[in-house]
């Protein structure tokens, strides 16, 4: 593998670490339907704003998601929603996953 190589595999990889938690593959999954503002994601879980932020600042450092502040409010949209279509093929591994555990 060539340095350029390498470093582009680590470029991807930090885009995967991004994504490699349950809330901000929730939060990926919930910008799909449209700009929210962190209030909005306060609001639908258990979490407080500060851990929010944090989350989504992961995702922005990523280049997941883009913000812009409008007032006190910051509000985030995905920048790339073809993402969306790396999760469809995710759930496809999990569906074929469970369709060969029902086999066993």
């Known amino acids: 593998m060539t340095e350029k190589e390498q470093v582009r595999f680590a470029e991807k990889a930090n885009v995967l670490k991004a994504l490699a938690h349950p809330t901000r593959l ?3 999954e919930l910008l799909a339907g449209g700009e ?6 306060v609001d639908k879980i258990d979490a407080d704003f500060s851990t929010i932020s944090k989350h989504l600042s992961v995702l922005k ?5 883009a913000d812009e502040k ?9 920048k ?3 993402l969306l ?3 469809h093929c995710v ?14």
Do not use: D, H
Not at 36 to 41: N, S
Not at 70 to 78: N, S
């Open 36 to 41: 929210k503002c962190v209030c909005e994601f």
């Open 80 to 82: 790339v929603p073809c």
């Open 85 to 87: 279509n790396f999760m």
């Open 70 to 78: 409008r007032g006190k409010q910051v509000f985030y949209t995905l």
């Open 61 to 65: 450092k990523a280049g997941i998601v």
């Open 26 to 28: 929730w939060m990926v």
């Open 91 to 104: 759930e496809e591994v999990l569906k074929s996953n469970s369709k060969a555990g029902m086999k066993k």
